[in-house]
């Protein structure tokens, strides 16, 4: 048991410090402020903005493009923030829901960017989670040139959903947060970037930071 213990210590401390290396190699290469808005878009665009909180990526990639944008934000106070900062713009439109697995309601424990249905913390609240493959066929989205995926560890049922229904293979770029605190969070991982891996190459990868699929055969960024 102590040898065991000390080899997941070890392991922890190492995979720190690969973490704190592609971090730093993420920031020279200036990721948050070219990689992440590098794309081929326009005002005819649609984007999916998974994990809004502030809205600020949103309101950074339309000043970009002018493209259309929806905003998932489950958290409610988070959502009418949002709400309220684009109250006058109506290319862009604040969902109070995330996209899930399956359509639900689940407890969420709220702090800040770091708000997490995993990270049992004070201040939970009900949000509502509603099926991906559901709001897609409700709504008739058939084409989305970009989905931004930052949810605190809801992307592995998200992104599994998206590939079982094909819906994976209507989405020109997917650009996705992993996060490694979920159970089996690297296992999970490789295996969705396997199965992306048929329909989808990508464009930049910083492992547990972000990482960004185009769809094969899209000529765009």
């Known amino acids: 048991m102590a040898f065991e213990a000390l080899a997941n210590s070890l392991n922890r401390r190492l995979h ?17 402020r ?27 990639l339309y000043a970009r493009y002018r493209c259309r944008i929806f905003v998932f934000e489950p958290v409610r106070s988070f959502a009418d923030q949002i709400s309220e900062r684009f109250r006058k713009n109506s290319d862009i439109a604040v969902l109070p829901f995330g996209l899930g697995g399956a359509s639900r309601t689940q407890t969420i424990y709220v702090r800040g960017a770091s708000s997490s249905t995993y ?67 690297t296992e999970r991982m490789e295996s969705i970037q396997a199965a992306l891996l048929e329909t989808h190459s990508p464009t930049y990868q910083y492992r547990f930071i972000w990482e960004n699929w185009r769809r094969n055969g899209d000529s765009g960024k």
Do not use: P
Not at 16 to 32: C, E, I, N, T, V
């Open 16 to 32: 720190r410090r690969r973490y704190r290396a592609m971090l730093k190699r993420w920031s020279d290469d200036g990721g948050d």
């Open 34 to 60: 070219t990689l992440r808005f590098d794309y081929d878009l326009d005002e005819h665009s649609l984007v999916l903005d998974l994990g809004g909180y502030e809205g600020q990526w949103a309101s950074d």
């Open 119 to 185: 990270r049992k913390r004070s201040n939970a609240q009900q949000i509502e989670i509603v099926d991906t493959a559901k709001w897609f066929s409700d709504n008739d989205i058939r084409s989305v040139q970009l989905m931004k995926i930052n949810v605190e560890g809801g992307e592995y049922e998200l992104l599994e959903r998206l590939i079982e229904t094909k819906l994976i293979q209507s989405i020109d770029n997917v650009q996705v947060q992993f996060h490694n605190f979920t159970t089996d969070a």
